[in-house]
């Protein structure tokens, strides 16, 4: 392996080395999910699941089932080529489909996109991923940015206009609906099937307790919900929804329909000012988690604060604030996705992995990309050369990217929640492909 060295010429050679090595895989990790895959035994299975999972797997008659669903076109998997995460991941995908255009593969997004409208057409929502297990629940809904990412180098209107009633329908039909509406006006979590499990452990083959099937909407498991998203209006999800709704405006617009243009627009400011009067404390000047059976802000500090900013909803003061506590995530290897360690609420978990000490790709990527929409290239750029410089460094010794990595102390060493850190391209080559970019082409 090369030795990685921090020198800024240095630096920047193994990052377009890397960058070269990214682009070559993107072929290698394309994935099918045709008649012939769904039918191979070796791609339904949960891939970490150890000896005792597949024995009550086996007890269950679960053994050989079927999970993996159709998709029309190739795509690239959570993990690419590597062996974890073999499914194609409703908000993965659009981390991945940044990286695809800033290599031009526009082949790939487009296949992208076409997989997650037939995801519509078929579910009434694009799926968490593309598994039988997946089938009551979607992921935070990104997937309308790649359409306008596409757009904006391609400038296809039958895509529009074949795109715009099936968003329309997913935004009213299943994140407007019941099961994720609450008395505030902003949207919960929540997987429709509300499954209970006698299987020991919760996690077994996709099954999962209601409170953790539903957190498994918005990322996976974490602290910040206090045990049960159910009963909050995750900031993630509304920030989201809230881009959703700006997307639709600017495609009704597009597509000539100026009435349902107006319309979305008036949604999304509808959302965004429930979302600074519920979760902003202008005494921390931060936004936070709302419970809003309790009516009180949770007080878990998580870069889940910024996706307001990526969303455009926070104002430039509110935006100030939160530049000012970048530094209760910022370490020397990237950005935590909790100020620290928090108790776990889940009782199946003595440690999760979308806390502290966790640095996570999308949300580097994230955080980089809102600080720049609002103009602190200075602090987006530093973010982006801490965590690329761990990602540079750890592929030099290892060989691998990595799903997540420990960025207080710089190496992938974490707590473990159900598995180990695993090797990952996915997001984790997005990240190397984007922050190189925001440090390099400044």
């Given at each position: ?75 690239l ?51 968490n ?37 099936l ?39 996709g099954?999962l307790?209601?409170?953790?099937a539903?957190?498994?909407e ?10 049960d998203?159910?009963?909050c209006v ?16 600017w495609?009704a ?34 936004f ?47 950005l ?17 992995q ?14 980089a ?56 391209h996915g ?16």
């Amino acid at each position: 392996m090369a030795k990685y060295t921090n020198n800024s010429k240095d630096f920047q050679k193994q990052w377009q080395k890397l960058d070269a090595q990214i682009r070559s895989w993107w072929d290698d990790d394309i994935r099918k999910a045709g008649e012939e895959q769904v039918c191979d035994p070796n791609l339904n299975k949960i891939w970490y699941a150890d000896e005792e999972h597949r024995r009550v797997e086996e007890q269950e008659g679960e053994q050989n089932a079927k999970t993996l669903l159709f998709l029309p076109f190739p795509y690239l998997s959570g993990g690419g080529s590597e062996s974890a995460f073999p499914e194609m991941y409703c908000w993965d995908i659009y981390f991945i489909n940044l990286a695809l255009a800033a290599h031009g593969r526009f082949d790939l997004i487009k296949n992208h996109i076409l997989n997650q409208l037939f995801s519509i057409e078929r579910f009434g929502m694009v799926l968490n991923g593309n598994r039988t297990y997946y089938l009551t629940r979607s992921q935070t809904p990104l997937h309308p940015a790649s359409i306008e990412l596409y757009f904006k180098h391609h400038r296809d209107r039958d895509l529009l206009a074949r795109a715009y009633p099936l968003l329309k329908k997913e935004y009213n039909e299943y994140w407007q609906a019941d099961h994720h509406q609450t008395p505030t006006g902003l949207a919960t979590n929540r997987d429709i099937a509300g499954l209970k499990t006698t299987v020991p452990d919760a996690h077994v083959a996709g099954r999962l307790r209601p409170e953790l099937a539903a957190e498994a909407e918005v990322l996976d498991f974490t602290s910040i919900f206090a045990g049960d998203v159910r009963k909050c209006v995750p900031l993630q999800t509304n920030c989201a929804l809230v881009r959703y709704a700006k997307i639709l405006a600017w495609m009704a617009a597009e597509i000539g329909w100026e009435d349902e243009a107006g319309q979305w627009q008036n949604e999304a400011e509808r959302r965004a000012n429930k979302i600074r009067e519920l979760c902003w404390s202008e005494e921390e000047g931060f936004f936070f988690e709302y419970q809003f059976e309790k009516q009180e802000k949770l007080p878990y500090w998580s870069l889940a604060a910024y996706w307001t900013m990526w969303a455009g909803v926070a104002s430039e003061e509110q935006a100030a604030g939160l530049v000012e506590n970048l530094h209760r995530f910022e370490y020397p290897f990237g950005l935590t996705q909790t100020a620290k360690v928090y108790n776990s609420p889940h009782k199946e978990f003595a440690a999760l992995q979308w806390d502290y000490p966790s640095g996570w790709p999308p949300m580097q990527i994230m955080v980089a990309d809102s600080l720049a929409a609002y103009g602190y290239y200075q602090e987006a750029n530093r973010i982006a050369n801490a965590f690329l410089q761990l990602q540079i460094r750890a592929y030099n010794e290892t060989g691998n990217l990595w799903e997540k990595y420990n960025v207080v102390d710089g190496n992938t060493s974490l707590p473990r929640e159900r598995y180990d850190p695993v090797p990952l391209h996915g997001w984790s080559s997005a990240s190397a492909v984007l922050l190189g970019r925001r440090i390099f082409s400044a």
